[in-house]
C-alpha cells in the first residue's frame, strides 16, 4: 500500500439532527437518555472535548486520495459510545460513486477543551479503495463552527 502524506485541512463544521422522540411508557426499547457511552480519559478537559465533537457533524472531510480518486466523506459523526459513522462518495474524476462507512474511535487525553488527538478504525466500509481495519490518527482542534485536523 502506498504512503500518503496529510496535511492539515480546515473543515466545515455544523450541527444538526433530530432528537429522538421519548419512548412510550412501557415500551421495551431504551429511552434516549439511556445512551450507551464509551470509554474517553475522565479528566474534566477531555469530556469537555468529547462533549463538543460529539455534538457536531463535520462536513465534507477529504479522507484520502486513492491515485486519482478522492474519498469525501459528506457527512461525519463521532458518538459518544465510541463509534462513528460516515457517509459519502468517492470522486474518480468522472465517476462519483455514493458510499458509507462506521467504526470505532478513541481518543487521548485532550490539552484543551478544543484540541485533543483522535484514532478511527473502519469496521465496515464500501468505499472503493478503502479497506476495513485501515486506522487513522490526528489532532482534532475545534475553532467556533469548524474542525482542524493534523493527521499523524
Known sequence: MASVLFLALPL????GGKKPAPAAAGDSKP??????T????????????????????????LAVDNGGATVVLSTLNFTAD?????????????????CTEHGTWTMEAATSNSS???????GTT???????GTSTRAK?????????????
Open 12 to 15: 466545515i463544521v455544523g450541527c
Open 31 to 36: 429511552s434516549a437518555s439511556a445512551k450507551k
Open 38 to 61: 464509551g470509554t474517553y480519559p475522565t479528566d474534566a478537559t477531555s469530556q469537555g472535548f468529547l462533549s463538543a465533537l460529539t455534538s457536531m457533524t463535520v462536513h465534507n472531510f
Open 82 to 98: 465510541n463509534e462513528w459513522s460516515a457517509s459519502g462518495y468517492v470522486d474518480a474524476g468522472d465517476e462519483r460513486m455514493e
Open 116 to 122: 485533543a488527538t483522535i484514532s478511527w478504525v473502519i
Open 126 to 132: 464500501d468505499c472503493a479503495g478503502r479497506e476495513p
Open 140 to 152: 482534532i482542534d475545534i475553532v467556533g463552527d469548524d474542525i482542524e485536523v493534523a493527521f499523524r
